[in-house]
């Protein structure tokens, strides 16, 4: 289980808090989402998760650890795996290949076992046509499913997609998701999906919505219709249907 506790965060410079006594916990299987309006925290709060930010104040703990106790931070991020918005913050490879092997080698796998891990990722990710070609070469979706399948690759528990589907075609967006939630689900791990569409937080277990640095709203999915008029009062996306239902009120 990932939890937050009272976790306030600011960034340098800045006199305002991203993040105000923020409380809410993650399962440790399963899907969850996070749905708020930009600059509510989402993906400060996905920083927060695998130690690349420490709170000002609070805790977070993933598996009763605290972040800022994890003894080497590798560890954490391996167990806490997040593919972002634009993957190529994330490319460091010149190949397909060699980006997938990247975090194996990292973490000193063994060749034969690093090898075996690389055919197994691109064939689950349907890489396996593309595995010479530059990350930077390809489409938004492939570049996105070269992200997942190169963070995946280390067996995270805890997936993280931090809006990641956001700059993608329809198709594009249907597939990705498809492959981390059948990436989760084989596993019994928990993949948190960081979303601004509602469709995408209906396939969910559990839904956090974020307002202002804080959790105002948290349940099965079910709370984004039966809370639309507050979540377009936070601007937090909602369904056409549900937009039109709100009006009535």
Not at 71 to 82: A, F, H, I, K, M
Not at 183 to 203: K, M, N, W, Y
Not at 233 to 248: F, K, T
């Amino acid at each position: 289980m990932i939890e937050f506790r009272d976790v306030t965060f600011r960034y340098p410079g800045s006199d305002i808090d991203v993040l105000r006594n923020l409380s809410f916990r993650i399962p440790g299987k399963g899907v969850t989402a996070m749905m708020g309006a930009n600059g509510s925290g989402k993906s400060t709060s996905a920083l927060l998760m695998n130690g690349i930010l420490t709170p000002a104040s609070g805790v977070v703990e993933v598996d009763s650890v605290p972040t800022t106790e994890w003894n080497p931070q590798s560890d954490l991020r391996r167990l806490v795996g997040v593919v972002f918005q634009d993957p190529n913050l994330q490319f460091t490879s010149m190949t397909v290949e060699r980006e997938i092997a990247f975090g194996l080698e990292n973490a000193k796998i063994p060749f034969d076992l690093m090898r075996g891990s690389v055919e197994e990722f691109l064939g689950r990710f349907d890489l396996s046509g593309i595995r010479d070609q530059s990350p930077a070469s390809l489409s938004g979706g492939e570049k996105q499913r070269v992200a997942l399948a190169s963070v995946a690759v280390s067996c995270p528990h805890y997936l993280v997609l931090d809006e990641a589907t956001t700059l993608l075609s329809p198709r594009a967006r249907r597939k990705l998701l498809a492959d981390a939630i059948a990436e989760a689900g084989s596993r019994e791990s928990a993949l948190v999906l960081i979303t601004q569409f509602p469709d995408e937080a209906l396939l969910a277990d559990h839904v956090v919505i974020i307002g202002n640095g804080a959790v105002v709203l948290q349940g099965g999915p079910e709370v984004l219709a039966a809370s639309a008029a507050e979540l377009i009062r936070l601007g937090v996306p909602v369904s056409l249907r549900d937009r039109l239902i709100a009006d009535e009120y």
